[in-house]
T-cell receptor, first 113, second 114 residues
């Protein structure tokens, strides 16, 4: 079945450093790849997404890249700040014409001042 | 505009009891889904619905039932609760596959089965 693998499971960086989280997906028909941020005790919230006809997308300090051939996509956070500390989830929308999202297991990012 | 509303926020059940987790959205979204979140396992899809009267199974459907009688509501039923169903449950909704497909999550229901 559809599967999304996410690495690493935990990531610790110093404030100001960059953080990279990587995901791979199994369904070659997947065409939409969102990233969600979940702060402690809160609901997941969308931070950036990318569609299969685009290779890269940026929004201020965050960017996402997509390699359709290799079926992997990555989240890049530059100039990290303590408020970036959270759990990040990648997801892939499976083929079939509906917004069915399969999520990765999550990455717990800790940004140390 | 309340978005996605889940009730209750917290619930403790005894093994074998049944209950319904409620989810309602006021954004006229066609697509609704239920996820469970367990430590180290991310968000796993339980059931989803692509419109009123249409539901389908996700990754981990066993032990759960759903129905979708209206566009707004998508309740999740546990017929006979088991300790393995202790988890945080999130409902999400979105448009179908048009330009705006952002999934919005409810605030979650923390369920403990003892």
């Amino acid at each position: 079945g559809e599967n999304v693998e996410q690495h690493p499971s935990t990531l610790s960086v110093q404030e100001g450093d960059s953080a990279v989280i990587k995901c791979t997906y199994s369904d070659s028909a997947s065409n939409y790849f969102p990233w969600y941020k979940q702060e402690l005790g809160k609901r997941p919230q969308l931070i950036i997404d990318i569609r299969s006809n685009v290779g890269e997308k940026k929004d201020q300090r965050i960017a996402v890249t997509l390699n359709k051939t290799a079926k992997h996509f990555s989240l890049h956070i530059t100039e990290t700040q303590p408020e970036d500390s959270a759990v990040y989830f990648c997801a892939a929308r499976t083929g079939g014409g509906y917004n069915k999202l399969i999520f990765g297991a999550g990455t717990r990012l800790a940004v140390h001042p | 505009n309340a978005g996605v509303t889940q009730t209750p926020k917290f619930q403790v059940l005894k093994t074998g009891q049944s209950m319904t987790l409620q989810c309602a959205q006021d954004m006229n979204h066609e697509y609704m889904s239920w996820y469970r979140q367990d430590p180290g396992m991310g968000l796993r899809l339980i059931h989803y619905s692509v419109g009123a009267g249409i539901t389908d199974q996700g990754e981990v459907p066993n032990g759960y039932n759903v129905s979708r009688s209206t566009t707004e509501d998508f309740p999740l039923r546990l017929l006979s609760a088991a300790p393995s169903q202790t988890s945080v449950y999130f409902c999400a909704s979105s448009y179908g596959t048009g330009g705006n497909t952002e999934a919005f999550f409810g605030q979650g229901t923390r369920l403990t089965v003892v």
